[in-house]
Structures are given as C-alpha cells and as structure tokens.
C-alpha cells in the first residue's frame, strides 16, 4: 500500500493504482470522456489532468495514466488544472458545437462559447476519444474499426470504410461513446450500425418461444463458437431460457 493526498484528503492506495482510480474510489470527482474502467486507460481526452508536487515542483499529468506514489500529492481542482480544462472543453466545443453532453459538459466548466473558429461538421460528433476502437479491440476482440488518416481527417472508421467482415453487430461501439457519433437502431428483424461516414446492417435472430428478435446472428454465432457451445443453444432468448 501507498500513502498519498488528493485534494488534502490523506488516502491509502493499492500499487499499481492510478490517481483517477483512487480518487474516484473516494469520492472525488474528475471528470473524463475517454476512461472506461473495463478499457486500458488511454489519456486522449486529457479533461483528468491533475496538478501534482513533487521535490518542490509542479506539473499536470492525466490522473487516468499516472499511478500512484508514495507521498504524492495532487490537487485534482487546482485554478492551474480548472483553467486547463476549460480550454480543452473550448476545443472540444468548437470541434462539436451542436452536441448536446459535450455543450453540458462545457457550460459546467464555464466554457459557453469556444474563442476558436467553429470546425463543426454535420453529423461529425466524435472526439477521438478512441472507446469506441478500444471496446472492439480489447473486449469484443475484433478490431473492426480503428482511427484512420491523420491530422484534422483523423476519424473513427472500418477498413477501406467499407463494411467490416469483422464486425458483428453487438454494438459496444455504440455503448461506449460518450456523444453518440455512433448508432445502432434495432427494427423488426434488422439492426442497423452506422457512424458519418460507414454503416452496417444485420440480420437478427429471433427467438423460437416469444417471436422476438435479440441479436444480431453473427454476434450469436460468434458467442456460440467461442463458449464451445450446442448448435440450438441460442435459438431461444435469454429471456425464455
């Protein structure tokens, strides 16, 4: 175990452990767009920079990569790391004028109007937070997107912005996103997944008991072939079962 200060607060914390992790574990709020405790952190959004001292000297890090060390202390809302945020929340608001999560988010910490020109697209709601690639990658394990080009073209997308073969319509992409840049619509037997620029329909599976449709049948097949499972283990809804 360490021993640290967050906000003045003594706390006792795990090796290994993240500031993010501990402070949230306390109550402590710092607020993110691009951490999801069942991803690897990935520090893209950088809104939980901390302030943290030591020998004598400050910096900011991103509290969801740094881990904790013994006698370390942070001030999560320092005026340093508040007036930091509020510019990163400025270009997120001229990235995505018309979103309604990152405008809240922005006017919480007292960003109403970005002093940027507006990069606003139609339709163009993601951040690059990369969840959404992360999600697919780490649990679905398909890597059926990932972030293209680079520069200001950097996009969330599947090969060739083509349909992926991997993709299996669970829709943990859609999930995650923290703005919803991507969608999933169920409609009577169709699921549809679609981001600006790619889309993708399935077919789902309907139950032999109650007639409703569940899932998407490639993403059935996939859980069935994984668990080892019988051919008609899914041919009911987890509802029936």
């Not at 710092?30 to 939980?48: K, Q, S």
């Not at 509290?63 to 990163?88: D, F, Q, T, W």
């Not at 970005?114 to 398909?142: M, T, W």
Request: aromatic share 8%.
């Amino acid at each position: 175990m360490v021993t640290l200060n967050i906000d003045g607060k003594k706390l006792e914390a795990e090796e290994g452990q993240t500031i993010l992790e501990v402070a949230r574990e306390n109550g402590i709020d710092i607020p993110t767009l691009c951490y999801h405790e069942n991803l690897a952190p990935y520090g893209a959004c950088r809104l939980c920079i901390v302030e943290i001292f030591k020998n004598g000297r400050s910096r900011l890090v991103a509290s969801c990569l740094y881990p904790v060390e013994e006698g370390l202390e942070v001030k999560a809302n320092s005026p340093r790391v508040m007036n930091n945020r509020k510019m990163i929340m400025e270009l997120l608001l001229a990235r995505c004028s018309q979103n309604r999560i990152i405008k809240e988010l922005a006017s919480s910490m007292g960003a109403e109007q970005p002093p940027f020109k507006s990069e606003y697209l139609e339709d163009n709601d993601c951040i690059l937070c990369g969840l959404c690639v992360r999600a697919c990658e780490q649990i679905v394990e398909r890597s059926a997107i990932s972030l293209v080009n680079r520069g200001v073209n950097r996009e969330v997308a599947p090969p060739f912005f083509e349909p992926a073969s991997t993709c299996i319509g669970c829709g943990s992409c859609a999930y995650v996103c923290p703005t919803g840049a991507i969608k999933m619509e169920d409609k009577k037997d169709n699921r549809i997944l679609y981001a600006r620029h790619w889309k993708k329909e399935f077919k789902l599976k309907k139950c032999k008991t109650c007639g409703k449709y569940w899932a998407p049948e490639e993403q059935v097949e996939y859980m069935r072939e994984r668990a080892n499972l019988p051919l008609d283990f899914f041919d009911v809804c987890p509802d029936c079962r």
